[in-house]
T-cell receptor, first 116, second 114 residues
Framework: AQSVAQPEDQVNVAEGNPLTVKCTYS??????LFWYVQYPNRGLQFLLK????DNLVKGSYGFEAEFNKSQTSFHLKKPSALVSDSALYFC??????????????WGAGTKLIIKP | ETGVTQTPRHLVMGMTNKKSLKCEQH?????MYWYKQSAKKPLELMFV???????ENNSVPSRFSPECPNSSHLFLHLHTLQPEDSALYLC?????????????FGPGTRLTVL
């Protein structure tokens, strides 16, 4: 069965330090992987995706993620955190072998808090 | 902003009321989605429309009734809801209803059912 795990409910990072938000997945086929961010009282915003090709994907606001097939992970990273990065982050995966053409499997979200 | 608007932003309704949520996208996309977001739970896909045709209905109770009159507008009609239906309802759109297209989300409607 397909699944996505975001093992940390909350991540605390000091401003200026590197940040990592973890995501692991389980699929039957090949994964399409996505990261979205949700700021308070807002909808989700797309950050980046991995479909195929280079394992290191660069996205909006200086974020990047690395697809690691052997570890079935797609961790979100940023070299230097900003207070404005504080938000809720969601990882999602689409299994190329799943029955539904439209269903994304979503993680439960990780709250990122950047302290000044 | 993402180019997807939702109204109202907040809605409080009784269990016997009938109300509708509205979504409009200004991106020229062909696919639209309704999601339910509850605290500390993954997003739940409710409905998918592609070129105004419903292509996915994720075992959603019949008290939720979607309508897509054109590719820019999507409605969610609500009637005889239950308190457990209280949640943030998100509308999204994508260029096509394909698995590799990213989705653009509206700000959501915060629904409270009394």
């Amino acid at each position: 069965a397909q699944s996505v795990a975001q093992p940390e409910d909350q991540v605390n990072v000091a401003e200026g330090n590197p940040l990592t938000v973890k995501c692991t997945y389980s699929v039957s086929g090949n994964p399409y992987l996505f990261w979205y961010v949700q700021y308070p009282n807002r909808g989700l915003q797309f950050l980046l995706k991995y479909i195929t090709g280079d394992n290191l994907v660069k996205g909006s606001y200086g974020f990047e993620a690395e697809f690691n097939k052997s570890q079935t992970s797609f961790h979100l990273k940023k070299p230097s955190a900003l207070v404005s990065d504080s938000a809720l982050y969601f990882c999602a995966v689409r299994d190329t072998l799943q029955d539904s053409n439209y269903q994304l499997i979503w993680g439960a979200g990780t709250k990122l808090i950047i302290k000044p | 902003e993402t180019g997807v608007t939702q109204t109202p932003r907040h809605l409080v309704m009784g269990m016997t009321n009938k109300k509708s949520l509205k979504c409009e996208q200004h991106l020229g996309h062909n696919a639209m989605y309704w999601y339910k977001q509850s605290a500390k739970k993954p997003l739940e896909l409710m409905f998918v429309y592609s070129l105004e045709e419903r292509v996915e209905n994720n075992s959603v109770p019949s008290r939720f009734s979607p309508e897509c009159p054109n590719s820019s507008h999507l409605f969610l009609h609500l009637h005889t809801l239950q308190p457990e239906d209280s949640a943030l309802y998100l509308c999204a759109s994508s260029q096509e209803a394909t698995p590799y297209n990213e989705q653009f989300f509206g700000p959501g409607t915060r629904l409270t059912v009394l």
